[in-house]
């Protein structure tokens, strides 16, 4: 995996690059707002989804110019969605990235505008990129469907409602794991594929839905089995909340077997695209063994 | 004042049909999901952004249909900003338009994500808007940033921050004011003038910024003077909670001698502007002396 480690440490930098000329110039008042959004932003964060979107751009031949804007919006959306999801309402969520969480340095109130801030923010970076051509457009409605009310939002709703509900079932689990995760994992990939006039726009679809899946499956996985200090939040909570998850509906060795029938499915699709698609492999690989 | 009422009644039924269209188009899941949006769309309200929109456009002879979807759009944001402003964290307000606050309904993470869902739907509706030419990107761009971090969002963190703070000064307040409140106003009167190619651009925006600080110094007013019956919300809030206000920086009839220059600032800017303004010198004289 030394391979692995090393593109998406490359493509992290690259796009820490691109999220830190954009956090430079962020310049609103009062300085709180300002302060609240950069402590988020620059957090940390492994970067999965530009780094998945660059290497996407790398197999399809799109200029990196030509994504980071858009790489960078689907970042101020996550980390807006994470702010808003470890409020005490929400996830309550007391750490993140190995950091108090945004509500805890900043309250509550702050939190709320931060990850608004963020949201509305990577919209201003979408819209300016819609002179460009028809395609640009399409890309920036791709995002913002995934992000939305039929995509995250939507996931997010059904993960607060099935909270310690004991119907859970797998077909709402399935629905919570597409709609909160897979959605935006997905919208990685496609951008760049929309972009290349839609080349392996449905493999790509399909792997990313399928892949974002395995993402939060192992994610639950981790927090039976992970520690605090890799993971740089809290552990075991899902169980304590008794929150619906993979592990709670099929047990926990049914929930790894359930992990290696999608990493199997993500590589046999990656097998119908022409070109190098290692890097993806590894990191269905990788994510399949992830300790982080 | 009849002229203005019936003016203001037909736009905002014009709204509200395209309003409707939408919401019954809404088939988000879960079910509380798409409840707790609707609730608050079709909570009520004056529709004071949508018809100011259509009246500018009216007087730019721009036509209603390429003004419909952001009209809708600017709706959206705004009843976003109310959820999240009416959050127990933000002005904790139990009630709104004459119903229970949208927390008070569906409980406070549910309304978090209900706030996300209409500000993100709102750049659905934009980005549908964006493959029209550029001035409805830049129409949709105006929006953006009136909403932002550098509008509307600025203005409410301030509001936060210098809530129960004595230092406020004229400035703060203008400040507040101007970004909170006015901006938001003035992106429904500078939407028709970018799509009639600039026609009276400097004027509208002008007239939007010191009607917007109008609006919301009577608002404070109201919130002295006012009853629960014809507000529909909690009044005497600003006082009780001492709140950043005109009112507590000037003084009540500081405050009105302030709203009648504004008023006046406003009536001096329509005069430079050929066709008829008639709808909008009522507006002005209606905001000064309003009761609800």
């Known amino acids: 995996m030394n391979d692995l480690n090393e593109k998406l440490t490359k493509y992290a930098e690259e796009f820490n690059a691109v999220l830190r000329n954009f956090s430079d110039n962020l310049k609103c008042k009062p300085q709180i707002l300002a302060d609240s959004l950069k402590y988020s932003l620059e957090a940390g964060g492994k970067r999965i989804r530009p780094s998945m979107m660059f290497a996407a751009g790398d197999l399809l031949h799109v200029e990196r110019a030509e994504l980071e804007q858009f790489a960078l919006a689907l970042e101020l959306i996550h980390t807006y969605s994470l702010i808003h999801d470890d409020l005490p309402e929400m996830d309550n969520d007391d750490f993140r990235r190995g950091k108090p969480s945004n509500h805890k340095v900043f ?13 509305n923010t990577a919209y201003s970076v979408l819209l300016s990129q819609c002179r460009k051509g028809d395609n640009y457009v399409t890309a920036a409605e791709f995002i913002c469907d995934s992000a939305g009310i039929y995509g995250m939002i939507a996931g997010q709703s059904a993960d607060l409602l099935y909270e310690q509900n004991k119907e859970l079932s797998e077909e709402i689990l399935g629905y919570i794991y597409e709609n909160k995760t897979a959605k935006m994992l997905t919208a990685a990939l496609v951008v760049p594929a929309i972009l290349a006039d839609g080349k392996y726009y449905s493999e790509l679809k ?11 499956l192992t994610d639950d996985i981790l927090d039976v089995e992970g520690n605090f200090s890799s993971l740089g939040k809290s552990v075991g909570k899902d169980e304590e909340e008794d929150k619906c998850t993979a592990v709670k509906l099929f047990g926990l060795d049914g929930a790894k077997l359930r992990a290696d029938i999608l990493a199997d499915k993500c590589l046999k699709i990656l097998n119908g695209i022409d070109g190098d698609t290692s890097f993806f492999e590894q990191l269905v690989l990788y994510t399949l063994s992830r300790k982080s």
Chains 1, 2 share one sequence.
């Open 206 to 216: 399909l792997f990313g839905m399928n892949f974002g899946c395995l993402f939060q």
């Open 107 to 119: 309250g509550t109130g702050n939190a709320v505008l931060a990850g608004d801030g963020l949201l």
